[in-house]
């Protein structure tokens, strides 16, 4: 498909039409895709017409890796981390919601901003979690403050502020793009000083002592770091081993959410991470996973319906747009194929 009967259609109405139509992710998207859209639909554009749309009132979202409640309340003493409540809402659900969502949230996202809610402090957060295009959003409409990205800390300092649960220094030595996979110090808990900490681990250990430590460690794993990867030693220490053995449910919760096996062994003991913390442990581990397998099926089920074509209640796309302008041209019926 040729982009000039797209660029007709834009010019008729100067993009109304199709923001309506896309949603704001999709018709910037769609602006960046050639040099001709670019100057019927510019970014400046899909703001202000944003911003001449009402805001629709979110519907419950689903739980994600990271609660914004518990994020505001753990970083209300610190200024440089603050982001209006809405905000903080939609963008804890871009990056820690399911992902088949997440088109949704960021459009939820992009009409707050345009409505002038204050990004605050969301580029600092959108660094930390390694998200650029998020950066570059949040950028377009307040530039960052130079000042608050501070320089990355030494790994000593690093794993000092995630033992001790110091949730602003984490969430700046992220934004500063500290090493998430860097080796910590020796363990020394469960083996006999042949492994490491990782960042995770070390977190996960935390969270039965330190209030912020589920945080920190959702932090970590939504910058991508490895809910599963083992200790570097022979031991086979994994952060959900760890998790259960500081008795954090919360954190074991989040780990397996996040995707976290329940089934390596510890190589010592044999144990896995269900036999090796607490009773309530055990059943925060086995009711999340529960959660991950019905909700694994659904998805299998919905995608399954969505590629037999049988699914018309999805949100149109591109090629349903062009059709509008181009009748003659027949639809093929098919939905979205990228339902996960
Ligand atoms: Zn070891």
Redesign the pocket.
């Known amino acids: 498909m040729g982009a000039s009967p797209l660029i007709g259609f834009l010019e008729l109405d100067g993009g109304a039409r199709t923001l309506e139509f896309c949603g704001p992710t999709l018709a910037t998207r769609l602006g960046q895709t050639c040099v001709s859209l670019t100057e019927v639909l510019p970014w400046t554009a899909v703001r202000t017409l944003c911003a001449s749309l009402p805001l629709q009132q979110s519907p419950a979202l689903q739980a994600g890796l990271l609660d914004p409640d518990a994020l505001t309340i753990a970083t209300v003493h610190d200024r440089s981390l603050q982001i209006e409540a809405p905000l903080l809402k939609v963008l804890c659900s871009v990056v820690g919601g399911p992902a088949m969502q997440t088109t949704r949230h960021l459009d939820e996202l992009v009409m707050l901003l345009a409505h002038g809610v204050s990004p605050g402090s969301a580029s600092i957060y959108a660094r930390a979690l390694r998200r650029p295009g998020l950066v570059t959003l949040f950028e377009r409409f307040v530039p960052v403050n130079e000042e608050l990205i501070s320089t990355v800390p030494t790994t000593e300092r690093f794993f000092e502020d995630i033992f001790t649960g110091n949730l602003p220094a984490v969430i700046s030595a992220l934004a500063a793009g500290v090493d998430i996979s860097v080796d910590g110090p020796k363990?020394f808990d469960g083996?006999?000083g042949?492994?490491l900490w990782s960042p995770l681990s070390a977190a996960a250990s935390a969270s039965g002592r330190r209030l912020h430590g589920p945080i920190i460690a959702a932090l970590l794993m939504l910058a991508r770091a490895d809910c599963n990867r083992p200790?570097t030693?022979?031991?086979g220490?994994t952060p959900l081993m760890h998790g259960a053995r500081s008795g954090s449910a919360e954190l074991c919760a989040l780990l397996v959410r996040a995707g976290a096996d329940v089934r390596p062994r510890h190589a010592g003991t044999r144990c896995t991470a269900l036999e090796m913390g607490t009773k309530v442990t055990e059943h925060a581990i086995r009711a999340e996973r529960d959660v991950r397998a019905a909700t694994a099926l659904a998805a299998a089920s919905r995608a399954s319906v969505a590629k037999s074509g049988k699914n018309r209640a999805m949100r149109p796309n591109l090629k349903a747009l062009a059709n509008l302008f181009s009748p003659q041209e027949p639809s093929t019926g098919k939905g979205r194929r990228k339902a996960r």
């Open positions: 363990i083996d006999v042949c492994c200790c030693g022979p031991c220490l």
